[in-house]
Every structure is written in C-alpha cells, then in structure tokens.
C-alpha cells in the first residue's frame, strides 16, 4: 500500500485528506511539524508527501515550506540507501 505523509499544522485539513486518501485505498500519516516527519523517515519510507507551505497563520510566502524540502528530501534518501 502506497504511503503518504500529509504535514499541515491544521489538524482539520490533516483529517481531511487521510479520509478522503484513506477512502482511495491509500495508507497516510499525519504531522503537525517537519522534524516530526523528518524523525518517521530515519526509520520509514514514505511515497509522497503533501507538504503545507505555511506553518503560521500570519505567514503567505510559503518560504517555511520551501525550506523544508531539503530536510525532507535528505532523510529520504538516507532511507533509499538502506
């Protein structure tokens, strides 16, 4: 089964998508922080993973979700090699 993280600070959003994914036949997990998700991939794979661009409800730019995409990227890669 097909696993996707979903990581949203928005609980609501996150209950969402795992039903809507879940219905589809999809197994996902949710996260409310990156080094959440960053600490689940030294040990697990994931095959996508739906990112939220804007951890703080003051914030539009989307930079804090671009800056963790490398983050994200080396600890799954680091589980590839393994």
């Known amino acids: 089964m ?3 993280l979903i990581v949203d600070d928005s609980l609501d959003i996150q209950a969402s998508l795992k039903f809507l994914l879940e219905d589809e036949g999809f197994e996902s997990r949710g996260f409310t922080q990156i080094s959440a998700v960053c600490e689940f991939l030294k040990s697990n794979s994931a095959d996508l993973v739906l990112l939220d661009m804007n951890f703080n409800s ?3 730019s989307g930079n804090e979700g671009l800056e963790a ?3 994200i990227r080396r600890f799954a890669l680091i589980c590839q090699l393994l």
Do not use: E, H, S, V
Request: no cysteine; hydrophobic share 35%.
């Open 58 to 60: 003051d914030t539009t």
């Open 2 to 4: 097909k696993q996707i």
């Open 69 to 71: 995409i490398p983050a």
